[in-house]
């Protein structure tokens, strides 16, 4: 159990384009999902906390017109990366926490690579 | 703010002999800390968590340990093998509503057979 997937596992894009990754969890109901970066060789950084059908809590230093955060059921959130630039470029990971589990699960992140 | 470090950026161990990872923070201790381990390309796997008032969880070859006075955790794998080779994360969860996991940098971990 306790089932997270990401999509698409990885993406290429163009400068100024915008890209949406999916968080989904398959088999439990999220109400809480995180969105993280991770750059090589460092650590997870939260990028922003979402609860089912609220806005996203954002990180200081996170632009939330930049990375759009929706979280509309218990099962599905999705991260879109705006205007994307070079430096937008970084492993993004998504997790999941359900109201009485302790730990979150995490997906198998989403490489972004922006051109 | 808060700060967590992890021993080493790499511990290389042969097969067989036990891997004790480090993880020491400042400030506060939080309520639960977890240790995670993450392959490349992939994300994190959630492998244990000890609560503040708990000294040491065990799960199969893993153990870890926490001390709130030293501000410190140890997770060893006993009987390591090559397969064990990741990444090994340890994140802190100060327990609020939200579960913000805070993670340190990682060690690599490298098991020789």
């Known amino acids: 159990g306790a089932v997270v997937s990401q999509h698409p596992s990885w993406v290429i894009c163009k400068s100024g384009t915008s890209v949406k990754i999916e968080c989904r969890s398959l088999?439990?109901?999220?109400?809480?999902m995180f969105w993280y970066r991770q750059f090589p060789k460092q650590s997870l950084m939260l990028m922003a906390t979402?609860?089912?059908?609220?806005?996203?809590?954002?990180e200081q230093g996170v632009e939330k017109d930049k990375f759009l955060i929706n979280h509309a059921s218990l099962t599905l959130s999705t991260l879109t990366v705006t205007s994307a630039h070079p430096e937008d470029s970084s492993f993004y990971i998504c997790?999941?926490?359900?109201?009485?589990?302790?730990?979150?699960?995490f997906g198998p992140g989403t490489r972004l690579t922006v051109l | 703010s808060q700060k967590i470090e992890q021993n080493s950026e790499a511990l290389n161990i042969q097969e067989g002999k036990t891997a004790t990872l480090t993880c020491n923070y400042t400030?506060?201790?939080?309520?639960?800390l977890q240790w995670y381990r993450q392959d490349p390309g992939r994300g994190p796997v959630f492998l244990l968590l000890?609560?503040?008032?708990?000294k040491e969880k065990r799960k199969e070859r893993l153990k870890v340990t926490f001390d709130t006075t030293l501000k410190q955790s140890l997770f060893h794998i006993t009987a390591s093998q090559p397969a064990d080779s990741a990444t090994y994360l340890c994140?802190?969860?100060?327990?609020?509503?939200?579960?913000?996991?805070?993670f340190g940098k990682g060690t690599k971990l490298s098991v020789k057979p």
């Open positions: 994140a802190l969860d100060y327990g609020g509503s939200q579960g913000n996991l805070i």
């Open positions: 088999d439990f109901q999220a109400t809480t």
């Open positions: 997790s999941a926490r359900s109201y009485s589990a302790d730990t979150q699960y």
């Open positions: 979402s609860n089912e059908g609220s806005k996203a809590t954002y």
């Open positions: 400030n506060y201790s939080p309520a639960y």
């Open positions: 000890i609560r503040e008032n708990e």
